[in-house]
């Protein structure tokens, strides 16, 4: 076992950039015209409604009541709480104290009110913390399934790692992948993918932890990007080892998210806030080179590693890098990757996903397309929701239908075991048979009067700023 080293900051994981929503008008129904068609390389005609819409990274907002039959009673007095403070809502877990940031629920706010300033649950569209609600918003925008990163303990769970009795740390997170599979995924079968979070603090307790989960069902964890960040070994450790063999047991994907590392890349205190939200997927680049030279896929070559929300544009160069790397120096360097290429490692062990990136599908046979995955991003403000049916047929533009079906759903499905089609007929999980559900559904943009973030904002600004 380890201890967690440097302190944790309470957790203010942003990654935001301006939101790609299709602008429709400010009163929007699920009441649409059949969407716009393609014609395919057979010449049969491709339409929107017709595709099936998998999503690999969402976000649940948490409940207030989410420990609620899932803890112990003895540790009920020490669950994290929602407290109010100056007309905001927050969660407090022993000492730290948690903001709903508005920034990561802005679904149905005018792009004006994006910001960090947190806000309570009434602010918010219900779809991000109801789950009745969340699917019937999964159902306006077409969307069959998604899988649910954590907000209130850090993408990464590191909430729980800063507990100061890590026997209460271990029952809040067994208590909230509890939560998570056994009532947000259980609600509604077929249609969640069920996402646990990581005992952070000890690698043995985390591959128990997966292997439990896995019995309930949930086939996907997420990790840090860089743990060595929050105090724990590095990618390069083999200190995580039993976590690796567990995941391999079980067929479980390792979820990495940008953010997850708690770091802002920050090139100045100065630089506006556009340079910070610029370069957040830089972090995912980084962590793809620590798994790459890490050993990690040679000891254990069935291992599948996601680079979550990390796009897929950039991947041809870096695999080009990688590879020049390792023909130029791994005489010296002493590299050894049992044969193989480092592209081919990452081709084989690596799920690389995507919101809106048509220059890496334009370029996506430079990588492998059997491993390239959706997301949408609900409720940030890097989603595309509720158009992005629309928005991603825009960027498949000459696709065949064969790989949009890999791209949009067939890819995340062998991924992450999920089988919505064991649940409901394929017709009736395509774009138009979902939207059929929710006749009506209000999609309109609606104002808070949360205060947005202040013009002039820096990135500096916003890494020092909590609750």
Not at 16 to 45: F, K, M, Y
Not at 47 to 59: A, C, G, N, P, T
Not at 62 to 74: I, M, N, Q, V
């Given at each position: 076992m380890w201890i967690l080293g440097p302190r944790l900051h309470p957790a203010i994981l942003l990654?935001?950039?301006?939101?790609?929503?299709?602008?429709?008008?400010?009163?929007?129904?699920?009441?649409?015209?059949?969407?716009?068609?393609?014609?395919?390389?057979?010449?049969?005609?491709?339409?929107?409604?017709?595709?099936?819409?998998?999503?690999?990274?969402?976000?649940?907002?948490?409940?207030?009541?989410?420990?609620?039959?899932?803890?112990?009673?003895?540790?009920?007095?020490?669950?994290?709480?929602?407290?109010?403070?100056?007309?905001?809502?927050?969660?407090?877990?022993?000492?730290?104290?948690?903001?709903?940031?508005?920034?990561?629920?802005?679904?149905?706010?005018?792009?004006?009110?994006?910001?960090?300033?947190?806000?309570?649950?009434?602010?918010?569209?219900?779809?991000?913390?109801?789950?009745?609600?969340?699917?019937?918003?999964?159902?306006?925008?077409?969307?069959?399934?998604?899988?649910?990163?954590?907000?209130?303990?850090?993408?990464?769970?590191?909430?729980?790692?800063a507990s100061k009795d890590l026997d209460v740390g271990l029952a809040m997170a067994r208590a909230y992948n509890d939560w998570h599979i056994d009532e947000w995924c259980a609600h509604e079968p077929g249609r969640m993918i069920p996402l646990a979070i990581p005992i952070l603090w000890d690698a043995d307790l985390l591959a128990d932890e997966v292997r439990r989960v896995a019995a309930k069902g949930c086939h996907a964890v997420t990790f840090s990007e860089n743990p060595d960040a929050l105090g724990f070994p590095s990618l390069h450790s083999e200190a995580w080892d039993p976590f690796w063999g567990a995941c391999c047991d079980e067929g479980t994907v390792v979820c990495l998210h940008i953010g997850s590392s708690g770091r802002l890349a920050l090139t100045s205190p100065d630089a506006p806030i556009d340079v910070m939200i610029t370069l957040q997927p830089m972090n995912i680049v980084q962590a793809a080179a620590d798994l790459v030279w890490s050993g990690i896929f040679k000891r254990f070559p069935d291992l599948t590693i996601a680079l979550s929300e990390g796009g897929i544009g950039w991947i041809p160069y870096f695999l080009d890098r990688i590879d020049r790397t390792y023909e130029q120096h791994r005489l010296w360097t002493g590299q050894d990757l049992g044969g193989l290429k480092p592209s081919e490692v990452f081709a084989r062990n690596v799920i690389t996903c995507f919101i809106d990136d048509p220059i890496g599908i334009e370029i996506r046979h430079r990588t492998n397309v059997d491993h390239i995955t959706w997301e949408c991003d609900f409720p940030h403000s890097d989603s595309t929701w509720p158009n992005c049916p629309e928005r991603l047929m825009q960027a498949l533009g000459d696709v065949p239908d064969d790989e949009i079906d890999k791209i949009t759903h067939l890819n995340a499905m062998r991924a992450f075991t999920f089988d919505p089609f064991a649940f409901r007929p394929r017709e009736d999980c395509t774009v138009g048979a979902l939207r059929a559900r929710v006749p009506g559904r209000d999609l309109t943009t609606r104002t808070t009067h949360v205060k947005g973030s202040e013009r002039g904002t820096t990135g500096a600004d916003l890494a020092g700023r909590t609750a």
């Open positions: 990654h935001a950039a301006e939101n790609t929503v299709l602008q429709i008008g400010n009163d929007v129904s699920c009441d649409a015209a059949p969407g716009p068609a393609r014609a395919n390389q057979g010449g049969v005609e491709l339409r929107i409604e017709d595709m099936i819409l998998v999503s690999v990274d969402d976000h649940v907002v948490e409940p207030p009541d989410l420990f609620e039959g899932h803890l112990p009673a003895k540790y009920m007095d020490e669950a994290p709480r929602v407290e109010e403070k100056r007309g905001a809502e927050f969660w407090v877990y022993g000492e730290t104290v948690v903001p709903n940031i508005g920034l990561n629920a802005v679904a149905g706010r005018p792009k004006e009110e994006y910001g960090i300033e947190p806000s309570s649950f009434a602010d918010m569209r219900p779809g991000c913390y109801d789950i009745g609600e969340r699917i019937a918003d999964m159902d306006a925008a077409g969307i069959l399934g998604s899988l649910n990163f954590p907000s209130m303990p850090g993408f990464a769970g590191r909430l729980f790692a």
